[in-house]
C-alpha cells in the first residue's frame, strides 16, 4: 500500500505571494492533518480534515486554510506568504479522526525569500 | 529532553551502546504518548506508544518508560545501530479532545 505522498517536495515563494500544497492520503484514509515544522517551534498542528469538513484547527492566523476533495486528497493554500512562513509543512492520514494513528508524508519544504 | 528555540538537545552514541531520549510532557490528562523518529528529509515516523494506564512497554530494540508521577517518558534504544541517527520526539494525546502535542526532539547521532 503506498504511503502518504506530498507535492511538491521542494518550494521557493517571495513574500506576498500565495502558494498551495497538496496530500494524498494512504488509500482507505478518510482523515487528513497537517502540520507546521519549524527549528523553531517544533511540530505544530494546523487543522484537519475528515470527510470533506475541517474538524479541528489549530492557532494559526486565517491566511492558513485547507480543503478536503471526495477522493480525501487535501490541499492547504498560504496567502500572502511571510519570511516566517518558511517551514516543512507536513501531511498525516489516518482511518478516522483519531490522530494517534497517523501516518506522515514526507513534507513539501517551503522558503519565502 | 525538551527544549526551546533553535537548538535540539543532542546525544551522541558509540554503536553498540544503548541509548535513553527523555522526553517531558505538559498536560497530566493526557492518556496516550507516542514516539517518533524522524530521518533528515524524512516525515516522521511512529516507534512505540504506551497508555497512561502503563509504565512499561517493550518493542524490537525500543522500550518506553512513562513516569506519570512526574510526568516524564523516555525511549531506550538497545545496540544503537547508525540507521537509528535521526531526531527522536514525544507526542502526548488526550483523548477526550483528540489534541495532539509533539515535543522538540532530541538529535541521536551514532558514531561507528
Known amino acids: 500500500k503506498a504511503g502518504v505522498t506530498q507535492t511538491p517536495r521542494y518550494l521557493i515563494k517571495t513574500r506576498g505571494q500565495q502558494v498551495t500544497l497538496s496530500c494524498s492520503p494512504i488509500s482507505g484514509h478518510r482523515s487528513v492533518s497537517w502540520y507546521q515544522q519549524t527549528p523553531g517551534q517544533g511540530l505544530q498542528f494546523l487543522f484537519e480534515?475528515?470527510?470533506?469538513?475541517?474538524?479541528n484547527k489549530g492557532n494559526f492566523p486565517g491566511r492558513f486554510s485547507g480543503r478536503q476533495f471526495s477522493n480525501s486528497r487535501s490541499e492547504m493554500n498560504v496567502s500572502t506568504l511571510e519570511l516566517g512562513d518558511s517551514a516543512l509543512y507536513l501531511c498525516a492520514s489516518s482511518l478516522t479522526t483519531t490522530r494517534r494513528e497517523q501516518y506522515f508524508g514526507p513534507g513539501t519544504r517551503l522558503t519565502v525569500t | 529532553g525538551e527544549s526551546v528555540g533553535l537548538h535540539l538537545p543532542t546525544l551522541s552514541v558509540q554503536e553498540g551502546d544503548n541509548s535513553i531520549i527523555n522526553c517531558a510532557y505538559s498536560n497530566s490528562a493526557s492518556d496516550y504518548f507516542i514516539w517518533y523518529k524522524q530521518e533528515s528529509g524524512k516525515g516522521p515516523q511512529f516507534i512505540i506508544d504506551i497508555r497512561s494506564n502503563m509504565d512499561k512497554r517493550q518493542g524490537q530494540r525500543v522500550t518506553v518508560l512513562l513516569n506519570k508521577t512526574v510526568k516524564h517518558l523516555s525511549l531506550q534504544i538497545a545496540a544503537t545501530q547508525p540507521g537509528d541517527s535521526a531526531v527522536y520526539f514525544c507526542a502526548e494525546n488526550h483523548r477526550n479532545n483528540n489534541d495532539m502535542r509533539f515535543g522538540a526532539g532530541t538529535r541521536l547521532t551514532v558514531k561507528p
Open positions: 480534515y475528515f470527510s470533506e469538513t475541517q474538524r
